[in-house]
Every structure is written in structure tokens, then in C-alpha cells.
């Protein structure tokens, strides 16, 4: 007889409802890069773990609850984070799908909920779903103390020594103080948990392959957690701002830990080993840190790997001597938020770059030989028809090898969140309406359009965008016409949008 596991973390199913159509062949399938580190972080502190990654094996609600029974865990965690920081409002009704499903199959299974949404919504999680607990920051000491206040006593644990919980205490609702962000990335929580997980499941994004379009194996990482800067839209510091007050910083500071460039290596030798050779470098901001950067650049090519890799960069933080390096060890494409052209739209986010310097690096970039996804973002708060016209034109103008089309949202932990509760602005009646491709995505409306006509100018903007001609040439010049194939069976989806049913009632 099998010994029973201290934790099972669950990454849910979502993918369908998250992307419509397009979740079956186009969207990638990431491994679950925080209940891989929390796997290895509660292995670290003496205890077991198990992952059940729903998403890659395709498991339904039900099917992770009897897997869940089957191995009876002492405490199971449903791990609510997606592909990147505001995916998890989108992945909530599949998170409480699932939470629904354990607590039917087994009343008495301790669940506990933790990720991004969770964290910046901890109450109105525990008010709406069936789960037992919810963490409220980064949930790693919340994860292990929880489980061990349930190993030593079941029917009574000493809740209130958990830091980091929130709980119910005779039908009302408790939570404890804050617990720490960890520290020593390294020696704590060196990496993922990677025998954990099916690593032959998983597969890239499309156009990170573009070229050869050979999608798996494919793996992501984190090198670092947090982000310094303070968009007003971005969520990315949601789990981490209760964890960064118990450090003393101010609410104005936000975090910024690393992995060393030797645990870094240390992770991409077993990728290597086990023939991964796309990777994504999930940090929402790789490209900052000098020295960080150009370490793990220069451990990648002294090692002679032959990676693939995507990470995230900003316009202004490109320096002289990053990019040769990069290129030479891997690094293919890089992700640039761009987000709007317009100057009185950029200056209302907090996020402050010239055109003349959005234009600068992405010359830069291409002279290197590294391909760009340029991310924009239309119906942002001041936002009207001229301006988003204009950020369409500038990305038509700047042509980058890939595009992210983003409709505005103001996702919970963010400012933007604050922001449009204080103003009274339309909010999605549901958390799958947070997805930018579900049926029923519903943008953050403008001071002057309505989330409708945002919609709609970002999904018209899609299709201009990845069939003029100056793009399509480009496809073809550089990665040839299986990728230009590739492309056009990509524009031939569509997504079903409520809101223009709406639309169109009305108008009858």
C-alpha cells in the first residue's frame, strides 16, 4: 500500500474555455511553473508532494477529483495561476470547477486555494467558492504550515499559527498575519519538480516555432519573481505585496528576487537532458539586470546548448552589449510591451517610453537577428478611436515578427482594479469574461467607448494586422512558406464574442 502524499497541488483544466477553438491546436500547453516550484519548496521542508496537471493530461473536473481521492493527500491545493500573471482571473471558473468536484467526491478533503487571483482577492474567494482555505500571499509557507498544522492534529489544526491563511471559524471569516516572501531562491526552491510533471506533454506557442514549427517538447521557467515597475494595468505583484510588507518595504517598492545564474544552469541541464529544446523564460521582466542577464547568457554558451528561447524585455531596458550575447545563446524572440502610441494614454498607465525609443530598440533588435512580439494593448482608460488607430498604425508601421492584440482589463491586483471599482466602471459579470478570447470576454470600457466597440477594434485589428501584406511578406522572406501556411489556417479562426450578440439584439 501506497503511503499517501502531504500535498497534491492541481494546475486545473481551462484551456477550452479560456481560448474557445483555438485552445485545441494553437495555444500552447505550459507545464505549471508555480505548482512546480511549490512542489519542490514542500519537498525542501520534509514533505511530500504530487502534482496533477489537469491542463496536460486533459483531465476533467471530475477525473482530478478521483485522482485527488485515490491518493487521499493530508492537504490538496488547487494552484491558481496560468500561462502569465493575468491569466488567473481567467482560469478561476476552472480552479472552482475543480474545488467544487474534490469537496463532492470527498466532504471531508482539506482544499486550500493559492495564486494570483486568490492572493489579491483572498476574502471574496473564500465568500464565493467551497474551499476550506485560501492563501493570501505567495502560499509556499502557507502550503507547508497548513499541512503540517494538519498532520499533527486533523480534526483541530492549530490554524492560527498558519501564516498567510484565510479560514472560516464558526461560519465567519479569519485570516492570519502575512507570511514572508522566501529568500533564498536557490537553496529553498532551486527549481521545478520536473519528475513530477508529463514534460512530454507540453508544447510551445505557435509562433515561437515559427520556421520549423517542431512545438514539442517545450518547457518554462522562472529566473526571477516580481517586477519593479508599477503599470497600472499589470497584476504581476499581487502574491507577493502582503510578503513584501513583512520584509518592511513600502507599499510603493515592489520585489525583485533572482536565481542565481548557477541554479538557473543547473535547471536547463535537465531540460537539455531530457531534449527540451524550446523554452520559455517566464520572468515578466528577464531582460533588466545586467549582470543576471549576461550570466545565465554566458552559461548557456559555454555549455553549447542549442535552445530556443523566448523572455520578456522592455523598450528602455535594452542596454549597449546585451543583445550579441543574446542571440548567441539562444535567445530568439524577445516580448516588448509596447502597449499604445498614443503619448496621453502611455503617461496615464505609468508606464513613460518615446516613440523615438520604441522605434530605436525594435531596429536594434532585428539587426541582431532576434525575432519581437510586440504586445499592445487597446481601450486602456484614455483611450478613443484616434488614439487606438494610432497604436495599430505604429504596430502595422513597426511590423514585428509577432503580435499580442489585447483588449484593456482591469484585472484583480491591479491598480487598473482599484482604479475602475472606485469609478464605477463595467466589470466582466464573470471571471472567464477576464480572458482576452472567451465567448464572453468583456474589456474594461474607456472614458469615451464603450467595452463593446473596444472588442471589436481589437478582434478587427487582429485580422488586418496578421494578413497585410507588409507582415505576410515578411513571414514569407524570413521563415518560409510551411510557417505562411501555418499563418493563414491561424486567421481562419474566429471567436464567438457575447458581446456582439448583444450588440445585435439591440439593434434589432
Avoid at 542571440?327 to 494614454?345: H, M, P, S, Y
Wanted: negative net charge; proline residues 5%; contains cysteine.
Amino acid at each position: 500500500m501506497s503511503v499517501k502524499p502531504d500535498v497534491v497541488l492541481i494546475n486545473p483544466r481551462s484551456r477550452k474555455m479560456v481560448y474557445q477553438g483555438l485552445g485545441t491546436e494553437l495555444a500552447a500547453i505550459e507545464n505549471p511553473v508555480w505548482a512546480g516550484l511549490m512542489a519542490t519548496y514542500v519537498r525542501k521542508q520534509g514533505l511530500s508532494a504530487e502534482i496533477i496537471d489537469a491542463e496536460a493530461e486533459e483531465l476533467d473536473h471530475d477525473e482530478v477529483a478521483r485522482r485527488v481521492v485515490d491518493l487521499d493527500p493530508v492537504l490538496s491545493v488547487v494552484v491558481v495561476y496560468g500561462h502569465q500573471p493575468s491569466a488567473s482571473t481567467q482560469i478561476m471558473p476552472a480552479s472552482s470547477a475543480s474545488v467544487s468536484a474534490i469537496k463532492a467526491a470527498k466532504s471531508d478533503m482539506p482544499v486550500l486555494m493559492v495564486g494570483g487571483h486568490v492572493a489579491a482577492l483572498p476574502g471574496k474567494t473564500m465568500e464565493d467558492e467551497v474551499c476550506d482555505y485560501v492563501g493570501s500571499g505567495e502560499g509556499l509557507f502557507t502550503i507547508v504550515e497548513l499541512a503540517r498544522a494538519l498532520k499533527a492534529s486533523p480534526k483541530r489544526p492549530e490554524l492560527e499559527k498558519v501564516r498567510g491563511l484565510w479560514y472560516r471559524d464558526n461560519g465567519k471569516l479569519n485570516f492570519t498575519p502575512n507570511a514572508p516572501l522566501l529568500q533564498n531562491l536557490d537553496v529553498e526552491m532551486p527549481g521545478i519538480a520536473w519528475d513530477l510533471i508529463p514534460t512530454d506533454k507540453y508544447r510551445a506557442h505557435n509562433w515561437h516555432t515559427f520556421g520549423n514549427l517542431e512545438r514539442q517538447p517545450y518547457a518554462a521557467i522562472y529566473t526571477t519573481l516580481g517586477c519593479p515597475y508599477h503599470c497600472s494595468f499589470c497584476c504581476i505583484q499581487a502574491p507577493f505585496k502582503d510578503g513584501e510588507k513583512e520584509l518592511g518595504l513600502k507599499e510603493t517598492t515592489n520585489s525583485y528576487r533572482y536565481w542565481s545564474p548557477a541554479a538557473v544552469g543547473a535547471e536547463l541541464d535537465i531540460l537539455a537532458k531530457k531534449g527540451v529544446r524550446n523554452i520559455k523564460f517566464a520572468d515578466e521582466m528577464f531582460v533588466l539586470n545586467r549582470k543576471h542577464v549576461m550570466g545565465i547568457a554566458d552559461l548557456i554558451i559555454e555549455r553549447g546548448y542549442d535552445f530556443n528561447i523566448w523572455a520578456y524585455a522592455r523598450v528602455d531596458t535594452v542596454k549597449e552589449g546585451m543583445l550579441p550575447k543574446l542571440k548567441q545563446a539562444g535567445f530568439n524572440w524577445l516580448a516588448f510591451g509596447i502597449e499604445t502610441a498614443n503619448d496621453r494614454v502611455q503617461t496615464n498607465i505609468e508606464k513613460r517610453f518615446s516613440t523615438a525609443e520604441i522605434y530605436d530598440t525594435v531596429r536594434k533588435v532585428k539587426e541582431h537577428g532576434i525575432n519581437i512580439i510586440g504586445n499592445y494593448i487597446f481601450g486602456l482608460p484614455e483611450d478613443d478611436h484616434a488614439s487606438m488607430q494610432e497604436t495599430l498604425d505604429m504596430a502595422l508601421e513597426l511590423n514585428c515578427e509577432f503580435a499580442n492584440l489585447y483588449s484593456a482589463m482591469a484585472y484583480p491586483g491591479s491598480p487598473l482594479y482599484t482604479m475602475a471599482l472606485a469609478e464605477g466602471w463595467q466589470l466582466p459579470a464573470a471571471w472567464s469574461g477576464y480572458s482576452q478570447h472567451s465567448i464572453d470576454s468583456t474589456p474594461l470600457p474607456t472614458k469615451y467607448l464603450p467595452a463593446s466597440e473596444v472588442l471589436k477594434f481589437r478582434d478587427e485589428a487582429f485580422t488586418k494586422y496578421f494578413t497585410a501584406p507588409s507582415y505576410l511578406k515578411l513571414v514569407q522572406d524570413q521563415f518560409g512558406s510551411e510557417t505562411m501556411a501555418h499563418l493563414r489556417d491561424m486567421c481562419k479562426h474566429t471567436l464567438t464574442r457575447n458581446l456582439y450578440k448583444q450588440e445585435s439584439k439591440a439593434a434589432a
